[in-house]
């Protein structure tokens, strides 16, 4: 999901348009992380980014998404961009 969300529109209010964002990234995770995994693969890893603009968009963890809408909600943005590409990956063991 490579997508610039407008945060204005004449008859919805802000706070519903940002909950509408949340909600589409949401089902883009969930969707992407039904898909059938590759043989000798454990899990479904995300590359994300997030900015105002997509040249000015700094790499986020997955995990981070939801607390940068709500800075962007703070802010008033009137648009921003969200990057989100899944790919396959394996786990590893945690370091000492």
């Not at 969930?30 to 995994?37: D, F, H, P, T, V």
């Not at 809408?69 to 790919?87: G, N, R, W």
């Amino acid at each position: 999901m490579k997508k610039t969300f407008t945060l204005v529109h004449p008859k919805i209010k802000y706070p519903r348009l940002v909950d509408a964002v949340r909600g589409d990234v949401k089902k883009y995770l969930k969707r992407e992380r039904r898909k059938e995994l590759p043989d000798g693969i454990d899990f479904w890893d995300f590359d994300c980014k997030f900015g105002p603009t997509a040249e000015e968009a700094k790499v986020i963890h997955v995990a981070e998404i939801g607390k940068f809408i709500d800075a962007a909600e703070v802010e008033q943005l009137k648009s921003f961009y969200v990057e989100i590409l899944a790919k396959a990956a394996r786990r590893t063991k945690k370091p000492k």
